[in-house]
C-alpha cells in the first residue's frame, strides 16, 4: 500500500488541481480525495506513507516519440526518461527498431545504419517483430524495464528482413510480405505503424507498399504515425503524402515531430496550421507531436543524397572513399537533390549550425559537440571535406545536431490542440547529446506551459497532453479501450505518478549542458513501485 498524503493533485484530465491524498494498493489508484489515505496505519509493513506537503502529484508522463528500442536493455539506458516523470515510452519511432533481427547474424547493415539513433543494439535476437512485442510485455510485467514500454511497428527493419537494404519499390510479393508482417505485428500488441519517410530503406516504398502498410493499421483501428519526407520546402506536401494515405485506407495518421525548418520557411507554421484543421474539418483523423527545441538530432547519413544510402552506411562508405565519387557526393550537399522529396539540410542551413557527436577514435574526441564550422577551422580543412573525413574515420556512426527549426513555429504547433510532446531523444550513455534527451518534459512545463512569457499552454492543459491525451491518441494498453478513462490519478487507473517541487522544479538542460535532469523531483512511481 502507498499513501501519497496532502499534495496538491493534478489528475491529467484538465481539471483543476486540488488538495488530496493519493491510495494505491496492489499497482492502482484505489482513491483520491481529502482525507482518503487516513487513517493509514504508520510504521505497518507494506505501508509506505510519504508526506507531499508543499508538493504536486502529477501522473506520469508519457513520450510518445522515444528511440529507446536498444536503450531499454542497456543498464540504465532508460535514466533520462525517468528522472523527467516518464513512466511510459512508445519506441519504434522513425521507421527504425531493433526487430526482426536479421536472418544471418553477420549481417550488421540495418544496425549499423540505425546506431547513431538508437545506440548499440541487443545481443539477443527476435526472428519476428511480434516477438519483440511480447517480450516488452514480458519484461514490463516482471518490472525489469524501470518503465512502460509501447512500440510502433517499425517499417524499416521489416522492409529489410524482406529487400535488405535495397532502395527499391517491392513487387506484389514482397509488398505482401511485409503487409502480413505488419499484420502480424499489429496483432501482437503493437500501437500502430511508424514510417521513417526521411531515412533508407524506407524512403524507398512507393505508394501501393505505403497504402498496404496504411491498410493494416486502419483495418485494426490503430494509428499510422510518419516522420514525413521533408520538413522544410516541401513540408506541406508531405503533409499531403501521408494524409493521402488516411484518407484512401481510414487510417488515423500522427505527423512525428512537427516543425518548419530551414531559413526560408521561418513564418511557415501557421499557414500549415490551418491546413491541418482543413485536413481535419474534411474528416481526416490527424495529429501530431513536437520537441520544444530550436535544434534536431539525427545520423550523420541523413545530410547526404539518398543516392549514397543504397546499401545503408556502407555504400556511403564506398562513395566518400572513391575519387570518382567522392566528389560528386560533396558537391550534392550545396545543392536541392534532383528527383528527391527530401531535404537537403547542409544546403539549408551549412557547417555553422551542424555539429557532431559520438566520436569514437580518440584522436577526434575533441571535436566532440562542435559545429562542422569549428572543426574545419580547427583542422584547416574546407568543411565538406573535413565531414567526409570525419565520417569515414568513424564508419558513419555519428550523429548530428542540426540548428534549422523555427522556434516561433514550434510555439505554434505546440499550442495546435492535436498536438502531443516527443522527446525524439537519441539514447547515448556517453558524449554529447541533446538536451531534449534529458529535458523535454521539464522544458515543456517550465518554459511553455503557465504563465511565462514563452507559455503557450496552461498548466493543467500541458500536463493532459502528455499524460491522458498521449494515451488515449496511442491507445495505451492500460487505458480503457483506448479512451483516457483510466489513466491519470483517478481511482481505478495504474499508480504511474510524480511528485514534484513547484519551489525548486526547474529544467536545467541546456546544448552546453545537456546531461541534466530537472530539479525539483521528489520521487516516481510506475505502477506503484518507486523508480526514483
Known amino acids: 500500500m502507498l499513501v501519497i498524503r496532502d499534495g496538491v493533485v493534478h489528475d491529467g484530465h484538465g481539471s483543476e488541481p486540488r488538495r488530496a491524498d493519493v491510495v494505491v494498493v496492489d499497482g492502482r489508484i484505489t482513491a483520491v480525495g481529502p482525507g482518503a489515505g487516513t487513517p493509514a496505519p504508520a510504521g505497518q509493513p507494506g505501508v509506505d506513507i510519504v508526506d507531499a506537503r508543499d508538493l504536486e502529484v502529477l501522473p506520469g508522463f508519457v513520450d510518445v516519440h522515444a528511440h529507446d528500442d536498444a536503450a531499454l536493455f542497456r543498464p540504465g539506458g532508460v535514466a533520462p526518461k525517468i528522472a523527467q516523470g516518464v513512466t511510459t515510452t512508445v519506441v519504434g519511432n522513425c521507421g527504425q527498431g531493433v526487430a526482426p533481427s536479421p536472418a544471418d547474424p553477420a549481417d550488421t547493415s540495418l544496425a549499423d545504419y540505425s546506431r547513431p539513433v538508437l545506440g548499440e543494439f541487443p545481443t539477443r535476437r527476435w526472428p519476428t517483430f511480434g516477438d519483440y512485442v511480447r517480450t516488452l510485455d514480458e519484461e514490463d510485467a516482471a518490472g525489469r524495464l524501470g518503465l512502460h514500454a509501447e512500440t510502433l511497428v517499425p517499417h524499416a527493419p521489416l522492409r529489410a528482413s524482406v529487400l535488405g537494404m535495397e532502395r527499391r519499390p517491392a513487387d506484389a510479393a514482397e509488398r505482401s510480405r511485409i503487409a502480413g508482417a505488419v499484420g502480424d505485428a499489429l496483432d501482437a500488441g503493437a500501437l500502430g505503424v511508424s514510417l521513417g519517410l526521411m531515412y533508407a530503406p524506407g524512403d524507398a516504398a512507393d505508394r501501393p507498399e505505403l497504402v498496404a502498410l496504411a491498410r493494416e493499421c486502419a483495418t485494426r483501428g490503430r494509428l499510422l504515425v510518419a516522420h514525413i519526407r521533408n520538413e522544410a520546402d516541401g513540408l506541406r506536401a508531405s503533409v499531403d503524402e501521408l494524409a493521402s494515405l488516411g484518407r484512401e485506407t481510414g487510417a488515423a495518421v500522427h505527423v512525428s515531430h512537427l516543425k518548419v525548418t530551414g531559413p526560408r520557411n521561418v513564418g511557415g507554421m501557421p499557414a500549415l496550421i490551418d491546413h491541418l484543421d482543413g485536413l481535419r474539418e474534411s474528416g481526416l483523423d490527424v495529429s501530431a507531436d513536437v520537441y520544444p527545441y530550436d535544434a534536431g538530432s539525427t545520423t550523420v547519413a541523413s545530410l547526404f543524397p539518398p543516392t549514397t544510402a543504397e546499401?545503408?552506411?556502407?555504400?556511403?562508405?564506398?562513395?566518400?572513399?572513391?575519387?570518382?565519387?567522392?566528389?560528386?557526393?560533396?558537391?550534392?550537399?550545396?545543392?536541392?537533390?534532383?528527383?528527391?522529396?527530401?531535404?537537403?539540410?547542409?544546403?539549408?542551413?551549412?557547417?555553422?549550425?551542424?555539429?557532431?557527436?559520438?566520436?569514437?577514435?580518440?584522436?577526434?574526441?575533441?571535436?566532440?559537440?562542435?559545429?562542422?564550422?569549428?572543426?574545419?577551422?580547427?583542422?584547416?580543412?574546407?568543411?565538406?571535406?573535413?565531414?567526409?573525413?570525419?565520417?569515414?574515420?568513424?564508419?558513419?556512426?555519428?550523429?548530428?545536431?542540426?540548428?534549422?527549426?523555427?522556434?516561433?513555429?514550434?510555439?505554434?504547433?505546440?499550442?495546435?490542440?492535436?498536438?502531443l510532446v516527443g522527446s525524439d531523444g537519441l539514447p547515448r550513455?556517453?558524449?554529447?547529446?541533446?538536451?531534449?534527451?534529458?529535458?523535454?518534459?521539464?522544458?515543456?512545463?517550465?518554459?511553455?506551459?503557465?504563465?511565462?512569457?514563452?507559455?503557450?499552454?496552461?498548466?493543467?492543459?500541458?500536463?493532459?497532453?502528455?499524460?491522458?491525451?498521449?494515451?488515449?491518441?496511442?491507445?495505451?494498453?492500460?487505458?480503457?479501450?483506448?479512451?483516457?478513462?483510466?489513466?491519470?490519478?483517478?481511482?481505478?487507473?495504474?499508480?504511474?505518478?510524480?511528485?514534484?517541487?513547484?519551489?525548486?522544479?526547474?529544467?536545467?538542460?541546456?546544448?552546453?549542458?545537456?546531461?541534466?535532469?530537472?530539479?525539483?523531483?521528489?520521487?516516481?512511481?510506475?505502477?506503484?513501485?518507486?523508480?526514483?
Open 311 to 419: 546499401r545503408g552506411v556502407d555504400s556511403l562508405l564506398a562513395a566518400l572513399a572513391d575519387p570518382g565519387t567522392r566528389a560528386a557526393v560533396l558537391d550534392g550537399l550545396l545543392e536541392p537533390w534532383p528527383g528527391s522529396a527530401l531535404e537537403n539540410q547542409y544546403a539549408a542551413i551549412g557547417p555553422t549550425r551542424i555539429s557532431l557527436a559520438g566520436f569514437a577514435r580518440p584522436e577526434n574526441a575533441s571535436f566532440e559537440g562542435r559545429s562542422l564550422a569549428e572543426i574545419a577551422g580547427i583542422v584547416g580543412g574546407d568543411p565538406r571535406e573535413v565531414l567526409a573525413d570525419l565520417v569515414l574515420a568513424e564508419r558513419g556512426a555519428l550523429t548530428v545536431i542540426v540548428f534549422h527549426t523555427d522556434l516561433e513555429g514550434m510555439r505554434a504547433a505546440l499550442a495546435w490542440p492535436h498536438t
Open 429 to 532: 550513455e556517453t558524449g554529447t547529446v541533446h538536451p531534449r534527451l534529458f529535458g523535454t518534459f521539464s522544458r515543456l512545463l517550465d518554459q511553455y506551459a503557465g504563465s511565462g512569457p514563452q507559455a503557450v499552454l496552461s498548466r493543467t492543459e500541458a500536463i493532459a497532453r502528455v499524460s491522458t491525451r498521449a494515451s488515449s491518441r496511442f491507445g495505451l494498453g492500460r487505458a480503457a479501450a483506448g479512451a483516457d478513462a483510466m489513466s491519470g490519478v483517478v481511482p481505478g487507473a495504474v499508480a504511474d505518478l510524480q511528485l514534484i517541487d513547484p519551489a525548486t522544479y526547474a529544467d536545467r538542460a541546456t546544448y552546453a549542458t545537456p546531461r541534466l535532469g530537472p530539479s525539483g523531483m521528489r520521487g516516481v512511481w510506475v505502477a506503484g513501485r518507486r523508480v526514483l
